[in-house]
């Protein structure tokens, strides 16, 4: 898909936005396209014009009310801060393990030759990223992350995202990320780790192709999605939110131990519902331990 045919898609699927609202967020993307000066990659951090057109739709929705919390709480001024670019690369065998942490952040994983992280719309000293000499990379930022055209700021033209670039099928020691009001996906990212570790608190996380021979999922109040592949044991935490997980393998050899509140569980079709507590009668080298309060856990195996 060309550049054209994208923005044009986009147009078409932004139809129920106003005029001025459409041609708003247009020009938005259409910067950034040439900001970036690489549309295929642009396009593979975007998203299909699908998925950006529900992202875009879904702000816009909130952009007015938000505008107005936002002048009160300023006075009436809208704050400014440095949004420089930040771009970090590093060579594929410095890296043995990588952790992320994200507050309030606009996140996209995608395929590339090299380890990268690159940074639009973010203030530089509200974000670190930084390899130690024990090959961890780490990547963080502790601010809420805000779109300037959704808040009628057009001083800027920067698409305020963390884009982070894993080779394909990458082996890490460790995989460790957290989001906490935020959203993160993986598009076509394939990796494996010796241990996996994935927390979110209100935010959502679209996690693919992840092969991990010892997981850990917890969730608060937002959503997990996870495929791939997981052996060993696989311990999940869920407290009000939700969480998916679709592993390929033979539903036989594994078992779960599981300790339900008001919540749901599904573990291939095998279902429970209510105040319950369950422990497998012979616990298999692939074990589940489950934890879930008011919120829904569904496991799929095959």
Do not use: W
């Not at 940074?119 to 990547?139: A, K, P």
């Amino acid at each position: 898909m060309t550049r054209e045919e994208y923005l044009s898609q986009l147009k078409y699927l932004l139809g129920s936005l106003s005029e001025e609202e459409r041609n708003e967020a247009l020009q938005y993307y259409s910067d950034y396209f040439e900001e970036a000066s690489d549309d295929a990659k642009v396009m593979a951090e975007l998203g299909s014009p699908e998925e950006l057109a529900r992202s875009v739709n879904e702000k816009f929705a909130n952009a007015v009310m938000r505008s107005d919390s936002e002048r009160e709480e300023n006075g009436g001024a809208k704050k400014d801060s440095s949004t420089d670019a930040l771009c970090f690369n590093y060579n594929k065998d410095s890296v043995k393990s990588l952790e992320v942490k994200f507050g309030a952040a606009e996140v996209v994983f995608i395929t590339g030759n090299s380890y990268g992280v690159e940074t639009r719309g973010i203030d530089s000293q509200n974000f670190e990223c930084s390899l130690g000499s024990d090959g961890v990379l780490f990547v963080r930022n502790t601010n809420k992350i805000s779109f300037d055209f959704l808040t009628r700021d057009r001083r800027k033209h920067i698409v305020p995202r963390i884009l982070v670039s894993i080779p394909r099928d990458a082996f890490l020691e460790r995989f460790k990320m957290a989001v906490g009001a935020g959203r993160l996906r993986m598009k076509d990212v394939s990796f494996s780790c010796n241990s996996c570790e994935i927390e979110v608190g209100a935010g959502s996380a679209e996690c693919g192709n992840i092969v991990s021979r010892k997981t850990g999922i917890k969730c608060g109040m937002g959503n997990v999605e996870y495929s791939g592949e997981v052996s060993g044991k696989t311990s999940i935490d869920c407290g009000m939110g939700a969480v998916k997980l679709k592993s390929s393998g033979v539903a036989d050899s594994f078992s779960y131990d599981l300790k339900l509140g008001l919540g749901e569980f599904n573990f291939n079709g095998d279902k429970k519902a209510g105040v319950c507590q369950v422990q497998a009668d012979e616990k298999k080298d692939n074990h589940f331990a489950v934890n879930c309060g008011m919120g829904n856990v569904s496991v799929y195996i095959g």
